[in-house]
């Protein structure tokens, strides 16, 4: 992030048009805001990384530096979590935006204007609205949430159209009014800087509009009479966010060994849970943040007959952003915190080319995991204090019990595995899985597979047994059978399927066996008549060698 900014002169080359050279953004210290000198360090990510030496920068500003506005000299700074530094900054900088007068008009470069009758260059241009968080999910999806109730600010300017023979009567701004998917949600006399304190009541996709209605009165002298022209034209501005009104699923479970277990959903990007009343244990998403200015509003344009001057503003917005970082999600504390047993969400491409060029940050490169919801088991979870934080400053989750209750039992499993029928080449084994507090068998194959089963309250089982690298379920006796040839020991582990989704649910076991055909009396007759068929040559080959040594050494004698 670069905190210090030379001094650049820009001259616009266009008919009309000149520039002006400005300390924009401000170097960090140099304004007049409640943010000190490390917050303001902080703030503007888009800018180019000097990374300018002490001497340099000592000998440039002459002054020197803190050790952050080194740092963000060098670097952008990012954030463990929505840091309220860009909703002061811009609610301090929106008071030096000020309007034109009858005769210009001032707006950004992105402005959408309107002309009329006597009416020129009108608009009606969203400066900010906070708290939000613009959240970069892939390379072509970046999501503008905003909190459910927060304050949107506005810039509405315009001037008049006059003639050598025309004089202004009256003009002015009648109203202005910020609209939610077309309903009209908050109404303000006229100001050419309107501030809207808003709460909607519903989450998802929205369209707010800023508008105005602006009028103008002109006297027009046609020699021998006089002729009055009225105007008046609405202008407005469409804002695409989303209304980040996080709600999140929770189901609880106790371990028979007294840890707990929780699983949250929630559909919208999260910032992490916090799981125990003094907030040591707790677990942080995928999500951190920087922040910077709306490139939009770097330059106002000076508007009048006479032409136009554009010039550097001095009034820029600041927005929070996340991006999915390499580092989460991992559970604090990281030793002995809680385990993350399972992650669900959707896999999406890297948010890198959605980012500004000038932004260094720790993006993730490749294919990450947008999560919407994590199974965690901890031995130190408060119910009471579980609390669900948003990417969105100020925003916790509303905790909402699903249907048919949130409490799931967990109970122990008992796998056992005996040879079943065995032979001199191969053994059969016989698998069972049973419910460890009452001994019921623990099916796992799907009921719905057998055509004895009806579809009216059969339930299906998620998990598997593994065993000589092959998965086997259990039937309606909690058994499965195998047949292997390799001596050995073999070893059966009960996978069970997500606790989440069944009641009772089981944590798993293991069982061994071991096979070789010398443990049974059919092995060992086996094994002698083996030896005896293989032995048969040797003996033969033997007796014969002592034959012709005795017929050599007789042939000797002779």
Request: charged share 25%.
């Amino acid at each position: 992030m670069v905190a210090v900014l030379a001094l650049v002169t820009v001259t616009l080359a266009f008919a009309g048009v000149t520039a002006v050279s400005a300390d924009s953004p401000p170097r960090p210290g140099t304004d007049d805001s409640d943010l000190d000198v490390n917050e303001t360090a902080t703030l503007w990510s888009k800018e180019s990384n000097e990374c300018l030496s002490d001497t340099e920068y000592e000998e440039r500003y002459d002054e020197q530096r803190t050790a952050m506005q080194e740092l963000g000299n060098c670097t952008d700074i990012t954030f463990k979590e929505p840091p309220d530094t860009a909703e002061r900054w811009t609610a301090y900088d929106y008071e030096s935006l000020e309007g034109g007068n009858a005769e210009t008009s001032i707006y950004p470069t992105h402005a959408e204007l309107t002309d009329s009758v006597l009416i020129v260059d009108a608009h009606a241009t969203t400066f900010s609205i906070q708290p939000s968080t613009r959240t970069h999910l892939d390379a072509n999806e970046t999501v503008h949430y905003i909190a459910p109730e927060g304050e949107l600010r506005g810039f509405v300017d315009y001037r008049v159209r006059l003639d050598s023979n025309s004089s202004i009567q009256d003009h002015g701004i009648d109203e202005v009014r910020l609209l939610h998917d077309g309903d009209v949600v908050e109404t303000t006399g006229g100001t050419q800087t309107p501030t809207f304190e808003y709460a909607l009541d519903r989450g998802g996709p929205a369209t707010l509009t800023l508008e105005a209605d602006i009028n103008a009165r002109v006297e027009r002298d046609r020699g021998n009479e006089t002729e009055v022209i009225t105007d008046q034209v609405t202008v407005s501005q469409d804002l695409d966010v989303e209304v980040y009104d996080l709600r999140a699923s929770i189901y609880h479970a106790s371990y028979p060994n007294g840890d707990s277990g929780v699983a949250i959903y929630q559909t919208q990007p999260w910032h992490g849970y916090t799981l125990s009343d003094d907030g040591e244990a707790n677990v942080r998403g995928v999500w951190r943040y920087y922040t910077a200015r709306d490139t939009n509003w770097d330059d106002l344009i000076h508007s009048s007959r006479d032409g136009q001057e554009t010039i550097q503003s001095h009034a820029l917005p600041v927005y929070v952003h996340a991006y999915p970082s390499e580092l989460g999600p991992r559970s604090e504390p990281i030793r002995d915190g809680p385990d993350i047993l399972e992650v669900w969400g959707t896999e999406s491409s890297s948010p890198e080319l959605s980012i500004h060029e000038n932004v260094d940050i720790d993006v993730v490169s490749e294919t990450y995991t947008r999560s919407s919801g994590l199974a965690l088991r901890y031995d130190g979870i408060d119910r009471d204090a579980i609390r669900v934080d948003g990417i969105v400053r100020g925003v916790s989750a509303e905790i909402i019990e699903p249907d048919g209750g949130s409490e799931r039992e967990i109970r122990g499993s008992d796998l056992s595995v005996e040879i079943i029928e065995s032979n001199a080449t191969a053994v059969t084994l016989q698998i069972e899985l049973r419910d460890a507090e009452t001994g019921a068998p623990i099916m796992l194959e799907s009921p719905f597979d057998d055509p004895r089963f009806s579809l009216i309250g059969a339930t299906s089982r998620e998990g598997y047994i593994t065993i000589d690298d092959q998965q086997v379920q259990t039937n309606t006796a909690g058994t499965a059978e195998i047949t292997v040839h390799q001596p050995g020991i073999y070893t059966a582990e009960y996978h069970p399927g997500s606790w989440r989704s069944h009641n009772p649910a089981y944590i798993g076991d293991t069982a061994t066996e071991t096979w070789h055909p010398l443990a049974t009396p059919t092995g060992w007759f086996t094994l002698l008549v083996d030896l005896i068929r293989y032995a048969i040559p040797f003996a033969v080959a033997l007796y014969a060698a002592k034959r012709i040594g005795s017929f050599l050494k007789m042939r000797d004698t002779l």
